[in-house]
C-alpha cells in the first residue's frame, strides 16, 4: 500500500474509477485498465450523497466484495467515499484502507469528527489514506478544520483534493462549469500545509467531459501532486455523473498526454527582468487603488451631506456592465473582471460606511 504520496514529483499521482460501483464486472474492467494505464489508486463510490433524493444513491454495503475483489485480484489500492463512523468500519472490514471525505461531508463538523474518530478507535490511523475533499463552499478554515480532525485523530496520510465550489457570484446557469475553480483557495491551502498533497478533480469540478484535459493540465501547471478522475466503461449510460466521466480509452490518451512541470524556479537573467516590470506594475495598480479610494471618500461625503445612501444600485450595475464590457472586448475572463469590479466596489463601499 502507498504510504507517501509526496515522493512522486517525476509523475501525477492519479485516483481513477468510476463515480459509482455499479457491478462486480463494471469496477474489475475499469479497475484493470486504470491501472495499466497509470493510475496508482482505484476509486468508487458506494454511499453517493446526492443533492436529489431522487438519484442513484449508490449499491452501499453491496459493493464492498467487489472492492475487495479489486484491491485482491488487480492489486491496485481501491478508495471509496466514507461519510459516517459504520461507513469507516465497514470498508476497514473489508480491507478498504483508503476513503475520500465527499465535499458536502467535508462542510459538517459533526460527520468529519465522527470518521476521524471511528478512524482512530480501530487503531488504523497510520496505515489509512484520507482524501479530503474540499467543501462546497470557498471556505478555506473549513476545509482546514476538517484537515486538522484527521491530522489530531493522528491519520498520517492526508491528500487534500480540490473539486471546485458552488458557491459562485454566477447563477449556475451561466457558468461554463458545475463548479468553480477558484483555484487560490486549494493555492493557499498549499501554503497552509505544504506537506499534503494536492489532487484536483477535474470530474466534479467541470461537470463536462470535454473539460477535462484542460482542467487536468491547468491543475498540474499549478504544481498539484496528481488528479482524482472518473472513468466508466459506458460513460453515457453511468447512474451517476453521466456527462463528467471518460471512457478507459480516453483515460489512457489523458494519462499519456500529461507532463509533470519542474516546480524548481528557474530564476534566469530575463525572467529577472520581467518579474521587476511585474512588481512596477503592481505598485502602479496599488497607487491606483489608493487615488480610486480618496474619490469614492470624498463622494462619501457629498453622499452624507446630501442624505443620499452609500449604495446605489443603479449606478454600480452601470459600472458592472462597463467593465465586463470592457473584458470582453480585451478578450478577458468576464466573470473574473466582474468580481475584481466587486472586490474593487466593497472596498469603496467600507470607505464610504
Ligand atoms: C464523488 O467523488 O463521487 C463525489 C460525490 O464528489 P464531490 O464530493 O466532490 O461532489
Ligand atoms: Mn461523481
Redesign the pocket.
Given at each position: 500500500m502507498m504510504t507517501n504520496f509526496q515522493t512522486s514529483t517525476s509523475s501525477a499521482f492519479i485516483v481513477a474509477g468510476p463515480?459509482?460501483a455499479e457491478s462486480l464486472e463494471q469496477v474489475m474492467t475499469v479497475a484493470l485498465s486504470v491501472k495499466q494505464s497509470g493510475a496508482c489508486m482505484f476509486?468508487a463510490?458506494l454511499w453517493?450523497?446526492r443533492t436529489s433524493p431522487n438519484s442513484f444513491a449508490g449499491v452501499g454495503a453491496e459493493g464492498l466484495p467487489w472492492l475487495q475483489q479489486v484491491q485482491k485480484e488487480i492489486q491496485i489500492p481501491v478508495a471509496t467515499?466514507v461519510a459516517t463512523a459504520e461507513h469507516v468500519s465497514l470498508c476497514l472490514e473489508s480491507g478498504i484502507r483508503a476513503f475520500?471525505i465527499?465535499?458536502?461531508?467535508t462542510t459538517n463538523p459533526f460527520l468529519v469528527q465522527q470518521v476521524a474518530d471511528a478512524i482512530s478507535k480501530s487503531g488504523t490511523e497510520e496505515e489509512v489514506t484520507v482524501m479530503v475533499?474540499n467543501p462546497i463552499n470557498p471556505d478555506l478554515a473549513t476545509w482546514v478544520g476538517a484537515i486538522e480532525r484527521f491530522k489530531a485523530a493522528g491519520v498520517k496520510n492526508i491528500i487534500a483534493?480540490h473539486?471546485g465550489f458552488s458557491d459562485s457570484l454566477t447563477v449556475p446557469t451561466d457558468r461554463q462549469m458545475r463548479n468553480d475553480p477558484l483555484w487560490s483557495v486549494p493555492l493557499a491551502l498549499h501554503r497552509c500545509y505544504p506537506e499534503i498533497p494536492v489532487l484536483c478533480?477535474p470530474s466534479?469540478l467541470g461537470g463536462d467531459r470535454a473539460l477535462i484535459t484542460q482542467l487536468s493540465k491547468q491543475a498540474l501547471q499549478l504544481g498539484m501532486t496528481g488528479l482524482?478522475i472518473?472513468v466508466h466503461p459506458q460513460p453515457g449510460s453511468a447512474l451517476?455523473?453521466s456527462g463528467q466521466q471518460i471512457t478507459p480509452k480516453e483515460f489512457e490518451s489523458l494519462v499519456g498526454s500529461l507532463c509533470m512541470p519542474s516546480i524548481d524556479d528557474a530564476d534566469t537573467t530575463a525572467l529577472q527582468a520581467l518579474r521587476s516590470e511585474i512588481d512596477r506594475i503592481d505598485n502602479s495598480l496599488g497607487n491606483l487603488l489608493l487615488e480610486r479610494l480618496k474619490v469614492a471618500h470624498e463622494i462619501g461625503t457629498l453622499k452624507r451631506e446630501s442624505g443620499i445612501s452609500v449604495y446605489q444600485e443603479q449606478r454600480f450595475n452601470q459600472i458592472l456592465e462597463n467593465r465586463c464590457k470592457w473584458a470582453r472586448e480585451n478578450g478577458l475572463d468576464e466573470e473574473l473582471v466582474k468580481r475584481i469590479t466587486e472586490a474593487i466596489h466593497e472596498l469603496a463601499i467600507r470607505e464610504q460606511l
Open positions: 463515480c459509482s476509486r463510490g453517493k450523497p467515499e475520500w465527499g465535499a458536502r461531508t475533499k483534493v473539486r478533480d466534479h482524482m472518473e451517476s455523473d
